[in-house]
């Protein structure tokens, strides 16, 4: 029982560096969503993801890409990485709309230097 | 913009209190609100969903409630456990965006 499985879990990069989270799951959820969490903050919203083939902007989209090419993966992208996107990043997964039946990866710690 | 906020930042309680923590929000057109548990260097676990249209819900030693006129909720547990030691953050959703308090990180001491 899988679930969320987050990649890697761990990384740093030097400024101006890129990378690819990638975030898989085995439930058949339509929706995906990529957040990210810093400290004294709730998560915010990164980009989101309505199915396969679709992706959204969320709240805070500025720097990152995302790609949704298969249902079960959601990759988000860091094509120039700056230090103000050190932070940990957590995928979701939810078979609905609207907040219900949410699975959260661990996530993954990521610092930029 | 919808924000939400939960006070205290921490709370440290011994075994065995009932404590409550709180959410509030400035927007009340929303579809539900979702209490979720983060344990360290882990993802988030939802406890309870209550819907806009619901006033509470019940899990375990755990009670959720919404006045969604007021913007708030609560989240009382009962008869505190050193196991409840985590940070929980209440988050509100609309359609596909869902907004997150920063949490209380709550300590149950032995």
């Known amino acids: 029982n899988a679930g969320v499985t987050q990649t890697p879990k761990f990384r740093v990069l030097k400024t101006g560096q890129s990378m690819t989270l990638l975030c898989a799951q085995d439930m058949n959820h339509e929706y995906m969503y990529w957040y990210r969490q810093d400290p004294g903050m709730g998560l915010r919203l990164i980009h989101y993801?309505?199915?396969?083939?679709?992706?959204a902007k969320g709240e805070v989209p500025d720097g990152y890409n995302v790609s949704r090419l298969k249902k079960q993966n959601f990759l988000l992208g860091l094509e120039s990485a700056a230090p103000s996107q050190t932070s940990v990043y957590f995928c979701?997964?939810?078979?609905?709309?609207?907040?219900?039946?949410?699975?959260f990866g661990s996530g993954t710690r990521l610092t930029v230097v | 913009k919808q924000e939400v906020t939960q006070i205290p930042a921490a709370l440290s309680v011994p075994e065995g209190e009932n404590l409550v923590l709180n959410c509030s929000f400035t927007?009340?057109?929303?579809?539900?609100l979702q209490w979720f548990r983060q344990d360290p260097g882990k993802g988030l676990t939802s406890l309870l969903l209550?819907?806009?249209?619901?006033r509470e819900q019940t899990s375990g030693r755990l009670n959720a409630s919404l006045d969604k006129s007021s913007g708030r909720s609560t989240l009382y547990i009962a008869a505190s456990q050193p196991g409840d030691s985590a940070t929980y953050l209440c988050a509100v959703s609309k359609n596909n965006d869902m907004r997150f308090g920063a949490g209380t990180r709550l300590t149950v001491k032995p």
């Open positions: 209550i819907q806009s249209s619901q």
């Open positions: 979701a997964s939810t078979p609905l709309a609207g907040g219900r039946g949410y699975t």
């Open positions: 993801s309505v199915g396969e083939g679709t992706t």
């Open positions: 927007d009340s057109a929303i579809y539900n």
